[in-house]
């Protein structure tokens, strides 16, 4: 038999404002905003399988799309996109707890093993060039790995 967690977190920025400016659902590389993006809310959805000793999960991470506020209107400009995609990360796991009574068992037990990936679609953070001239994207809040693929083994005494 199979046993699921669900869990739903989420996070709604009802004011940050800066000498009367409010800088929610912005992105902005100026000092003003610390150099970061504000989303007017973001959300993470996990969801982990257990049977026995497997397990497996995965998690779901949406950032809404903002507006950089540094862009310039004008049409001919190379950072005159004001609008900032929305962004959405998926990260998966599975694994196994060694425990129970098999020959191994007071070598392996209390043994876990996890292989997973981070950004498992290897989406790119989303382009907000005139505020992040570095590397065009807030790299702090969206990543800048890409796809990162992992080993892991804890052993518990």
């Known amino acids: 038999v199979a046993r699921f967690?669900?869990?739903l977190n989420g996070i709604w920025f009802n004011s940050y404002s800066v000498e009367d400016t409010d800088y929610v659902g912005f992105t902005n590389g100026s000092a003003a905003l610390n150099g970061g993006t504000l989303p007017r809310w973001l959300a993470t959805l996990n969801v982990e399988m257990t049977?026995?000793?497997a397990f497996a999960g995965l998690f779901v991470t949406?950032?809404?799309s903002v507006t950089d506020d540094t862009a310039s209107e004008a049409e001919t400009d190379v950072f005159a996109d004001r609008h900032v995609e929305q962004f959405t990360v998926v990260d998966a796991y599975?694994?196994?707890r060694f425990k129970g009574n098999s020959a191994y068992s007071q070598y392996l037990d209390g043994l876990t093993l996890r292989v997973?990936?981070?950004n498992l679609f290897d989406e790119p953070p989303p382009m907000a060039a005139s505020s992040w001239t570095d590397s065009n994207a807030d790299t702090s809040t969206y990543g800048d790995l890409g796809?990162?693929?992992y080993v892991s083994a804890n052993y518990r005494f």
């Open 147 to 149: 796809r990162v693929m």
């Open 5 to 7: 967690d669900v869990s």
């Open 51 to 53: 049977r026995g000793n």
């Open 62 to 64: 949406h950032i809404p």
């Open 116 to 118: 997973g990936a981070r």
């Open 94 to 96: 599975i694994g196994y």
